[in-house]
């Protein structure tokens, strides 16, 4: 840790100065430096570095395509936050609303069982609200309105999820048109240039792999946010249609 500070020194002085060539400068270090303090220092510094190299990058790749990509970044996060919330909203205790329901069927009838799920939050309630509501009917119609009411339900739940997909095709998609117009620009430079020099051809090249890094990026992120939703989904599907099978035997068993 005692070179810490000279290692940080010529570090600064070969980024921002220049230094002689017949010039040479020896730094000591005459202080010992406390070692968390040194370690906290650190982080800090490469915390500040990766922002302002993630800025850099941001700016070199055009603010045009990388605008665009961050945009999808932006709004494909804001809808799977939304949808995370209100999936873990939307998750019931199953079994212990089918044994309350069952016992207020046993004791008050259908209106402390609809009470109970009045009570209730979530989609499996709704659709046995909807059952026990068609119950006075017939079994056949309660069983036509829990199945289009879970439709409903599931609809629902799948809300704006295509949004996010939509985001994780095109942010990738972005990144190539990206690639391609920089490709084009050097080429266009070489042709004025009239000369084929590495310089002309490396700037073109840098903004086409920083756009496609940057779409890859947030297509990747939003993919993981995809498929935690589509499986929360599928989770409270199961649920609800095991939901509903209990339902029904509940109902026919109170029908006897």
């Not at 993630?54 to 045009?64: A, S, V």
């Not at 919330?85 to 046993?106: Q, R």
């Not at 929360?232 to 509903?244: G, L, Q, Y």
């Amino acid at each position: 840790m005692k070179r810490l500070f000279p290692i940080l020194a010529i570090a600064f002085m070969m980024a921002f100065g220049s230094v002689s060539a017949t010039t040479n400068t020896v730094i000591t270090a005459s202080t010992i430096v406390n070692p968390l303090q040194d370690d906290t220092s650190s982080d800090d510094v490469e915390s500040l570095g990766f922002h302002q190299e993630l800025k850099k990058r941001f700016i070199e790749g055009g603010p045009g395509f990388m605008g665009i990509v961050l945009l999808c970044l932006i709004l494909g996060l804001a809808i799977a936050i939304e949808r995370i919330i209100f999936l873990n909203l939307s998750t019931t205790n199953t079994k212990k609303l089918t044994e309350d329901v069952e016992n207020a069927l046993s004791s008050g009838g259908l209106d402390a069982a609809k009470e109970v799920c009045r009570n209730t939050k979530g989609p499996i309630a709704s659709i046995f609200y909807q059952g026990l509501d068609r119950a006075n009917e017939d079994l056949e119609s309660a069983e036509k309105a829990v199945v289009a009411y879970g439709g409903v339900q599931m609809g629902q739940l799948e809300k704006n999820v295509s949004w996010i997909s939509l985001f994780i095709a095109l942010a990738p998609m972005l990144g190539f048109m990206g690639t391609v117009i920089g490709m084009i620009q050097a080429f266009d430079k070489i042709e004025a240039a009239g000369d084929m020099q590495p310089s002309l051809v490396a700037g073109g090249i840098k903004v086409a792999l920083l756009t496609t890094v940057f779409g890859l990026v947030v297509a990747i992120i939003l993919q993981v946010f995809y498929n935690y939703i589509i499986a929360k989904i599928d989770s409270i599907v199961n649920n609800m249609e095991d939901a509903s099978i209990t339902l029904m035997d509940i109902l026919v068993k109170n029908k006897k």
